[in-house]
């Protein structure tokens, strides 16, 4: 029995079977668009969905002294985070916290609120927390679920060196950086060497940050280790050596502490920079870590500059040891006999202006030796009158001065040296008199040098015209291949000056040191070549220069001592570097002895 | 006594016909998908294995299986006869929950005994199918007059009024959805159908003034080429007209309370972590699955839960990334060959109620798989509907089996 008969048509049929068939089609076409064609980009952004990479920031290369001790080395940073989802906010863990962090509880949480990116996403709390606050947390470890500690490495410096301009320190790129092509690889918030050595080797310093791969849910939660996906390890940055001498340095650091100085110690014959100083300086250790806002304030407004590198950015008069300069000119051009007299009364008439000599009594009859181991400013102002000041200046131009060293310090300043031109072009081409040349030639007015010009024009007249360039990065060990490659520096000298100039200017600076204007420099048992130097300057007391050297075991130590405000070259100057020679001296002595003690035993 | 038996073995084995199987099969290969993908989107959850969703959707498929024997073995009569008044019922059962408090997740939804719950939309769905079916028996395909239309209109737009209060806009559009093609199959003329969407379409056209101008063009096309009486196409343009123009004055005049209530209708505050956050990840995870898919339980997107609702509305989208184009293909195209199976038994049917019943559970099943995976793949807003066979959830579960129940019973052509 049928309650009502079927009478459905073939059409009615077949028109819902393709209405069906066309929705499904329509719907398999979606997929086939999702899957097979769009497929390949939506694998990729399942993979980023499920993989957090984590970067580990890989330590910097150590860096050593030339014997092989630690400068600059690296230590653990340990920062607190919280991992808010396994973290118990309770008034007890608040306040357990608090105390050991040395916190407000209003501050942690606050900190919490602020860097919050997800429940399972670490937030840092603190920074730069030392190993007492760590184990305080590992003790409380039940008490404080969800407090974990992460290590970054940060820079350290066991020797207790300062050396803080030179070696620069370590901090965020900064905007400008960032964009230049140099930089591509970095990304904001890199750390990058900022001055100094840190700068200048950065590719070399810089370690190459490795990561840890971790699954995580939809929530952040981490799951585990990337199955499919090892973690890349991050390797240090290259080992590196420096010219430096540490124990050179530490003492130079020491003596002249409380004082402004800038003083490089070189290698005459190489450019090797055994100790750069700079004074004040800072304790570099500052920037270790991320540095503190007043401390950061407290550096850049200090009036005395100390993140100014006085050795190498400073530019002052050179004074005196000038003067060398226009015997040079002199003995060379022939301008004058060295046997060419004048008589010194303490000053120097010229129109109406008088210039004195430092003697006020007078020096009596000066030639030209003797001009030069008194470091007569009389003899000096005849001497420049008859001397072409485009000689002169081509002198000095030979010895490199107003050009920078090409010191492998950044931000060197390159000085002055003023001709002709620069005199025309300053006050014009009638604007200035032969009193400017009398200013130039004892070393005042127009003229700027930086201490570590000063160095290489002392080494220059101890090797008879070598021109090296002041390094103080030696040589590092590449990593990958193991090598040691060692930093080629430029090499240069004067040619043009006869063996008798040197002789006779060798000898001058060994009386300056013997009897002259230098006998503070003096050293027991080894003899010390040198020039002083006595800077005017309108700020306060005039600065004190010394640039000398010395000879020991075949090495030729050149040495560049410019104290600011320190009265008389002859005084302070002269002193720190007989210090700082008579330190080489034992140094060399010791060395020697422990060399030869098998023998005697 | 003993030969009786046997013969009537026999009868009962012949009775099954090649199209049966079929159809067994291939709810047994869907179920087979679901429970591997409810395997996958579970293993993350702890428990033991009847705690977890894998274990109760076991049992589930138990329960259903045996339910679904129960209505083989029904007399067709029975059903037919029954139909009204199971309608009622379930239209009663449709508004308990409002008299008893209980709701999941502030919707009325759920009638629970003790721990277990059921919802009775779900059952609604067959109880709507069938007394449409039985109602559209009763009239004669030759020419089906637009009173006999209004009817089981009526019989799906009261339940669908209740359910769309609850809010459930998925279930509602179901009860209205499986109407076109019954009334289709029954010899409606498709004038009246579109009498019957006009309405709705020219609400919803009319929140944006150019989509309704264009609706309005189509209506005035549709009206001149079907030629129908002036009087009726009048009396058609000024009903929608009128819709059109009042629509976004009264939605203006609702307090914004009322309105987020209608929005959340229609899903648009259903999203957790803002806009599109499951369709996104739901489409990342079907689009990675690539050819042949990342392989049984290896899915990502499932594993790390980037997918919500991964085991319920988007479970598609596990099947997507783990058995790929490939996996996907196959399950909509066992999906189609069910349709086209019913369609075809429908159209060999000498009973007209039996017939139509066909057409219904035709149309409930693919409704159903059409909606959700539109919305998994992102054709279609988040209307929140169950994939058959494979979604988990015991009620729904329990529904489609008891579907595959009726349409075996009736696949049988054997008399009342």
Same mark, same amino acid.
């Given at each position: ?8 048509t ?6 819902l ?8 089609l ?8 999702l ?6 980009s ?8 499920r ?5 580990i ?8 002294d030339?014997?092989?001790k ?7 940073? $340990? ?6 989802y396994e ?9 357990i ?11 942690i ?14 937030i840092k709390?603190a920074?730069?927390v ?33 050396m ?6 370590v ?29 200048q080797?950065?590719?070399?310093l810089?370690?190459?940050r ?7 849910d ?9 199955v ?15 010219a430096?001498d ?32 700079s004074k004040?300086? $800072? ?34 008069? /050179? ?13 060379e051009?022939?301008?004058?006999? /060295? ?11 010229l129109?109406?202006?008088?210039f004195k000599c430092w ?9 030209? $030796? ?8 009389v003899?000096f ?6 001397l ?14 107003g ?12 000085g ?8 025309n ?28 010009q ?18 103080v ?19 240069d ?27 503070a ?13 006595t ?6 007391d005039?600065?004190?220069w ?6 020991e ?5 050149a ?8 009265k008389?070259?002859?005084g ?21 002895l ?8 | ?8 073995i026999?009868?009962f084995?012949?009775?099954f016909?090649?199209? =049966? ?11 087979l ?8 989107a ?10 977890k969703i ?10 259903s ?5 129960t ?10 006869d029954?139909?009204?008044?199971? @309608? ?5 059962l ?7 408090g209980?709701?999941?997740?502030g ?7 003790g721990s277990a ?6 059952f &609604?769905?067959?109880?709507? &199918? ?11 395909s030759s020419?089906l ?6 009817i ?19 279930t509602?559009?179901? @009860?209205?959805g499986?109407?076109?093609?019954m009334? @289709? ?14 309405? *709705? ?8 003034f +150019? ?9 005035v096309?549709?009206?001149?080429l079907?030629k ?8 058609? &343009?000024?009903i929608?007209l009128?819709l ?10 609702l ?5 987020q ?5 229609? =899903?648009?505050?259903?999203?957790p972590?803002? %806009?599109? +956050? ?20 290896r ?6 839960k ?6 319920t ?11 790929g ?13 069910? *349709?086209?199976?019913?369609i075809n038994?429908a ?13 219904g559970?035709?149309?409930i ?6 909606? =959700?995976?539109?919305? %998994? ?5 988040? %209307? ?6 494979i979604s988990?959830g015991?009620?729904?579960?329990? %529904? ?8 075996? =019973? *009736?696949?049988i052509?054997?008399?009342?």
């Amino acid at each position: 029995m049928y309650i009502s008969h079927n009478s459905i048509t073939n059409i009615r049929k077949n028109i819902l079977t393709i209405f069906f068939v066309l929705v499904f089609l329509v719907l398999i076409g979606r997929l086939y668009y999702l899957q097979i064609i769009k497929g390949p980009s939506y694998k990729g952004i399942a993979e980023a969905n499920r993989v957090r990479v984590i970067p580990i920031e890989a330590p910097r290369g150590i860096i050593y002294d030339r014997n092989g001790k630690i400068i600059v080395d690296n230590k653990s940073q $340990y920062d607190i985070n919280v991992i808010p989802y396994e973290f118990s906010h309770t008034a007890r863990t608040d306040s357990i916290l608090a105390k050991i962090l040395g916190l407000d509880v209003a501050e942690i949480n606050s900190r919490i609120k602020n860097n919050w990116r997800g429940q399972f996403v670490p937030i840092k709390i603190a920074e730069d927390v030392n190993v007492e606050i760590i184990t305080n947390i590992e003790e409380h470890r039940l008490d404080l679920p969800g407090v974990v500690y992460s290590v970054k490495p940060v820079r350290s410096y066991p020797s207790g060196v300062q050396m803080s301009q030179s070696l620069g320190y370590v901090r965020e790129i900064s905007a400008n950086d960032l964009i230049r092509e140099k930089y591509k690889e970095y990304k904001q918030g890199d750390l990058i060497g900022w001055k100094g050595i840190e700068r200048q080797y950065e590719h070399i310093l810089k370690g190459t940050r490795g990561y840890n791969f971790i699954q995580v849910d939809a929530l952040g939660r981490e799951i585990g280790q990337v199955v499919d996906r090892d973690n890349i390890p991050p390797i240090p940055g290259n080992e590196m050596f420096l010219a430096i001498d540490l124990d050179l340095q530490i003492y130079i650091e020491s003596l002249t502490e409380g004082y402004k100085a800038g003083i490089v110690v070189l290698d005459a014959d190489n450019g090797e920079i055994l100790a750069i100083v700079s004074k004040p300086d $800072y304790d570099p250790a500052l920037f270790a870590g991320v540095i503190s806002n007043s401390s950061w304030n407290a550096l850049i407004s200090d009036p005395d500059l100390p993140m100014f590198n006085r050795a190498t950015q400073g530019t002052y008069s /050179p004074g005196s040891t000038f003067k060398l300069i226009a015997v040079l000119t002199a003995l060379e051009t022939k301008a004058v006999d /060295p046997d060419w007299s004048v008589r010194c009364y303490g000053q120097y008439r010229l129109g109406h202006r008088i210039f004195k000599c430092w003697q006020e009594r007078g020096h009596g009859s000066m030639n030209m $030796y003797e001009a030069i181991v008194h470091s007569c400013n009389v003899y000096f102002y005849n001497l420049i009158r008859r001397l072409d000041l485009n000689d002169w200046a081509n002198m000095g131009k030979d010895f490199k001065f107003g050009s920078e060293t090409g010191v492998d310090l950044y931000g060197e300043s390159a000085g002055v040296m003023p001709d002709v031109d620069f005199l025309n072009r300053k006050y014009g081409e009638h604007g200035w008199t032969d009193g400017n040349k009398l200013n130039l030639v004892i070393g005042q007015g127009d003229i700027l040098v930086t201490p570590v010009q000063m160095a290489r024009f002392c080494a220059a007249l101890a090797t008879r015209g070598k021109l090296v360039q002041p390094h103080v990065g030696l040589k590092y060990i590449d990593r990958g291949s193991n090598e040691t490659i060692i930093f080629k520096a430029a090499k240069d000298s004067i040619q043009n000056i006869s063996v008798d100039t040197w002789e006779f200017i060798e000898k001058a600076m060994a009386d300056v040191i013997n009897r002259g204007t230098g006998r503070a420099a003096r050293v027991k048992d080894v003899p010390v070549l040198g020039k002083t130097g006595t800077a005017q300057n309108p700020h306060g007391d005039a600065h004190a220069w010394f640039i000398g050297y010395m000879e020991e075991q075949n090495q030729t130590i050149a040495t560049a001592v410019l104290v600011e405000h320190g009265k008389s070259g002859g005084g302070i100057a002269a002193q720190i570097a007989g210090q700082i020679f008579n330190f080489i001296h034992q140094q060399k002595k010791r060395q020697s002895l422990a060399n030869n003690a098998p023998l005697n035993f | 006594m003993r030969r009786s038996i046997s013969k009537r073995i026999n009868n009962f084995l012949n009775s099954f016909s090649n199209l =049966n199987l079929a159809i067994l099969v291939i709810v047994g290969l869907l179920c087979l998908f679901g429970m591997l993908s409810i395997y996958s989107a579970s293993l993350n959850m702890e428990g033991s294995f009847f705690e977890k969703i894998i274990g109760r959707q076991l049992i589930w498929l138990v329960l259903s299986g045996l339910v679904a024997a129960t209505i083989y073995f029904l007399q067709k009569k029975l059903i037919y006869d029954s139909a009204y008044i199971l @309608y009622l019922l379930g239209f009663c059962l449709l508004l308990l929950p409002y008299f008893l408090g209980s709701s999941v997740a502030g919707t009325a939804r759920w009638i629970t005994f003790g721990s277990a719950g059921f919802q009775p939309s779900e059952f &609604m769905k067959i109880l709507v &199918m069938l007394a449409i079916a039985r109602f559209l028996a009763s009239t004669s395909s030759s020419n089906l007059d637009f009173k006999f239309v209004l009817i089981p209109t009526l019989l799906s737009l009261i339940p669908m009024a209740v359910v769309l209060k609850q809010p459930d806009l998925g279930t509602s559009i179901i @009860y209205f959805g499986m109407l076109f093609p019954m009334l @289709y199959w029954a010899g409606a003329r498709l004038f009246h159908l579109f009498i019957i969407i006009a309405p *709705i379409l020219s609400i919803i056209t009319a929140f944006n003034f +150019y989509t309704f101008f264009i609706w309005v063009i189509i209506v005035v096309i549709i009206l001149y080429l079907t030629k129908e009486k002036l009087r009726v196409s009048l009396t058609v &343009m000024l009903i929608n007209l009128s819709l059109g123009f009042t629509t976004p004055f009264l939605w203006n005049s609702l307090k914004p309370y009322q309105q987020q209530r209608i929005l959340t209708l229609f =899903n648009v505050n259903a999203d957790p972590q803002g %806009t599109g +956050y499951q369709v996104l990840q739901s489409k990342i995870a079907i689009g990675s699955g690539g050819l042949f898919g990342k392989g049984i339980a290896r899915g990502t997107q499932t594993h790390l839960k980037f997918l919500p609702e991964q085991h319920t509305d988007f479970i598609f989208s596990v099947i997507g990334e783990e058995y790929g184009f490939i996996g996907v293909l196959v399950v909509l195209l066992l999906f189609l060959a069910f *349709i086209l199976i019913c369609i075809n038994i429908a159209y060999r049917q000498k009973d007209r109620f039996c017939s139509l019943c066909m057409i219904g559970i035709a149309s409930i099943i693919g409704i159903h798989v059409v909606i =959700n995976v539109a919305m %998994t793949v992102g054709l279609m807003p988040v %209307t929140g509907l169950p994939l058959p066979f494979i979604s988990y959830g015991g009620s729904f579960l329990m %529904t489609c089996f008891i579907l595959v129940g009726l349409a075996l =019973n *009736i696949g049988i052509d054997k008399q009342y």
